[in-house]
């Protein structure tokens, strides 16, 4: 059995416990989402991991995700690219990326924003997952068919780029935190839409540190509301 068979077949196998629903739903998720994204919590199989080079670093049965909350990263048709995991009580994040990654867009909220970005919608690019739940709040509560995307790390990957280059249509917004690395990957982002000619709008809001996750914690809707009145 092969590593993305393998890890499917866990998750599958694996329970969404009650503590993970409160957590989830308190950081902005819905029952859609939680649903659409396949979130679990890792129960390590019965079985071994088949690739045995994986064992030192993660355990033979995944060991160092037990317990975690396991949000998978689909590609943009829909293909298992591997996932991100923390604990719903700290954080303590950790990716893990199957090797299709290297020829595929990474993207949280994949696929279900590929069918707005067919039709033509604006695109919101966002950092993390709980950026791109709050913003998902905020569209829904508009009425909005912008597609919100997040690119994990506080820049566009090469494989983004091109995805961005071959798909946008509409206006891209931008919204990485409020940090020296949101503000980097912004700055990159905004000469990468120069030179592809992409009409990339980066969008000034809060306070320095905030990001859109962080406003929802702290005010929800109606702070996003008052932070994003862009789109």
Same mark, same amino acid.
């Given at each position: 059995?092969?590593?993305?068979?393998?890890?499917?077949?866990?998750?599958?196998?694996?329970?969404? $416990?009650?503590? #993970?629903?409160?957590?989830?739903?308190?950081?902005?998720?819905?029952?859609?989402?939680?649903?659409?994204?396949?979130?679990?919590?890792?129960?390590?199989?019965? $079985?071994?991991?088949?690739?045995?080079?994986?064992?030192?670093?993660?355990?033979?049965?995944?060991?160092?995700?037990?317990?975690?909350?396991?949000?998978?990263?689909?590609?943009?048709?829909?293909? +298992?690219?591997?996932?991100?995991?923390?604990?719903?009580?700290?954080?303590?994040?950790?990716?893990?990326?199957?090797?299709?990654?290297?020829?595929?867009?990474?993207?949280?909220?994949?696929?279900? #924003?590929?069918?707005?970005?067919?039709?033509?919608?604006?695109?919101?690019?966002?950092?993390?997952?709980?950026?791109?739940?709050?913003?998902?709040? *905020?569209?829904?509560?508009?009425?909005?068919?912008?597609?919100?995307?997040?690119?994990?790390?506080?820049? *566009?990957?090469?494989?983004?780029?091109?995805? *961005?280059?071959?798909?946008?249509?509409?206006?891209?917004?931008?919204?990485?935190?409020?940090?020296?690395?949101?503000?980097?990957?912004?700055?990159?982002?905004?000469? +990468?839409?120069?030179?592809?000619?992409?009409?990339?709008?980066?969008?000034?809001?809060?306070?320095?540190?905030?990001?859109?996750?962080?406003?929802?914690?702290?005010?929800?809707?109606? *702070?996003?509301?008052?932070? +994003?009145?862009?789109?």
């Amino acid at each position: 059995m092969e590593v993305s068979a393998w890890l499917t077949k866990g998750l599958e196998d694996s329970p969404l $416990t009650e503590d #993970a629903v409160d957590y989830l739903k308190g950081r902005g998720a819905t029952d859609r989402i939680i649903e659409e994204w396949g979130i679990k919590v890792w129960d390590p199989p019965l $079985t071994p991991c088949p690739d045995e080079r994986l064992h030192r670093h993660y355990g033979t049965h995944f060991d160092r995700f037990e317990g975690k909350a396991i949000y998978p990263l689909l590609s943009p048709k829909g293909r +298992f690219l591997g996932f991100d995991s923390r604990h719903i009580d700290r954080k303590d994040d950790v990716r893990y990326l199957l090797p299709e990654s290297r020829w595929n867009p990474v993207w949280v909220n994949m696929p279900g #924003a590929m069918d707005r970005i067919w039709s033509g919608s604006d695109i919101m690019v966002v950092e993390g997952r709980y950026d791109v739940l709050a913003m998902i709040q *905020l569209a829904e509560a508009r009425g909005s068919k912008i597609a919100i995307l997040g690119s994990g790390p506080a820049h *566009l990957s090469y494989k983004q780029m091109g995805f *961005l280059k071959r798909w946008a249509l509409g206006k891209i917004w931008m919204a990485y935190d409020n940090d020296p690395a949101g503000k980097k990957g912004t700055a990159d982002a905004v000469e +990468f839409a120069k030179k592809a000619r992409l009409n990339l709008q980066p969008i000034r809001y809060g306070k320095l540190s905030d990001d859109p996750g962080a406003l929802w914690d702290r005010g929800g809707v109606e *702070l996003l509301d008052q932070e +994003f009145p862009h789109f």
